[in-house]
């Protein structure tokens, strides 16, 4: 019982075929008063005229004539196939009550059959039309969440594919510089960049990564730049990949490590009850040929871009741009639902 009632939940067509047992089944008694003759006659020929209106005015005149904006004949159309079925129904009974010898005023029934009838099919023609308008609504509307689906993830995937590129280039530069000033370190360094190069092309690759990879990423991407850096952090969640990046690679490109002794860099990434806090902040340089609060191109903005797609209304992200430090507060929230926020001008 339980598989057939599971079926009908799932099966457009058995539910089609459930209701119109039941409509038939309820004519058919309705006319047993009369004579079972009566009920299987005159109810079978309702029934049929009933079905053919709704599957005539669902199947053709909606889809071929009223969606193409042929108002004039859709209407045309659907009168005459009211009025055709309620005068067949209506002769047909009064045949009907001939053949059973039941008296009656012959003009009276007839007006009043195909009143009747006429009032039934005009029911049914109606049904027949907020049927197909709601499932049609239902459709359009789930294509329409399926293509901003699509158009998100393809959207991410682009952005995806400008941040790693970006980074390509980046990253060819400064093993150029290393090459150049630090000999000794240099294979080293070239080993750090292929397990970095790894994970840009392979891991990637899908939408979500783990936690955990990232953030061995930006161990690397540290350890690249002669820095240390050190976190114990519960990793059980997912980012989409190089969320992070950009945002400590910015540090390192603005701040003048090799020139400025007392220049800085700070990096925290803080998982505390399914939210993410990360931190970074440089000291600034000491001729600011760009500012820093628009982004720098692909930066900034691309990882806000990306915060938006994945976590909509679950982040908060905040720039500080001081005179002697440039700061970004980043924290994302995997359960609440605070409203996302950006500070570029704080």
């Not at 029934?47 to 053919?52: E, H, L, R, Y």
């Not at 689906?149 to 290393?178: C, D, G, P, T, W």
């Not at 976590?311 to 605070?338: A, G, M, T």
Request: glycine share 2%; proline share 3%.
């Amino acid at each position: 019982m339980n598989k057939i009632l599971s079926y009908i939940r799932s099966s457009a067509k058995a539910q089609s075929i459930l209701i119109w047992s039941v409509i038939y089944t309820v004519g058919f008694i309705q006319n047993l008063w009369i004579s079972v003759e009566w009920s299987l006659k005159v109810g079978t020929l309702n029934f049929i005229c009933m079905v053919a209106i709704y599957y005539t005015t669902h199947n053709i005149l909606i889809p071929r004539l009223l969606i193409k904006e042929r108002k004039i004949l859709y209407f045309i159309f659907s009168i005459i196939l009211i009025v055709l079925f309620a005068n067949i129904c209506a002769r047909f009974e009064l045949y009907m009550l001939k053949e059973l010898a039941i008296e009656t005023d012959q003009e009276f029934k007839f007006v009043f059959s195909i009143s009747r009838f006429t009032t039934i099919f005009i029911l049914i023609y109606a049904i027949a039309n907020i049927i197909f308008f709601s499932r049609k609504s239902a459709e359009d509307a789930r294509l329409k969440e399926k293509l901003l689906s699509e158009k998100k993830m393809l959207e991410a995937r682009v952005l995806k594919s400008q941040i790693n590129s970006h980074f390509i280039f980046n990253a060819l530069n400064n093993i150029y510089s290393m090459t150049y000033f630090k000999d000794e370190y240099t294979s080293g360094y070239v080993l750090k960049l292929a397990q970095m190069m790894r994970y840009v092309m392979e891991d990637c690759e899908t939408e979500l990564t783990p936690l955990s990879k990232d953030i061995e990423y930006i161990h690397n991407f540290i350890d690249f730049q002669k820095l240390r850096f050190e976190n114990e952090e519960d990793t059980n969640i997912c980012v989409p990949p190089m969320i992070f990046q950009p945002l400590v690679e910015n540090c390192f490109k603005h701040t003048p490590l090799e020139v400025d002794k007392n220049s800085f860099i700070h990096i925290l990434l803080k998982v505390e009850k399914k939210q993410i806090y990360f931190v970074a902040e440089n000291s600034q340089p000491l001729i600011k040929n760009k500012p820093l609060a628009n982004g720098g191109g692909i930066g900034i903005e691309n990882v806000k871009r990306r915060l938006d797609l994945y976590f909509e209304n679950r982040y908060s992200l905040k720039i500080f741009n001081n005179p002697d430090s440039f700061k970004i507060e980043l924290s994302i929230d995997f359960e609440s639902s605070q409203n996302a926020s950006y500070d570029g001008n704080a």
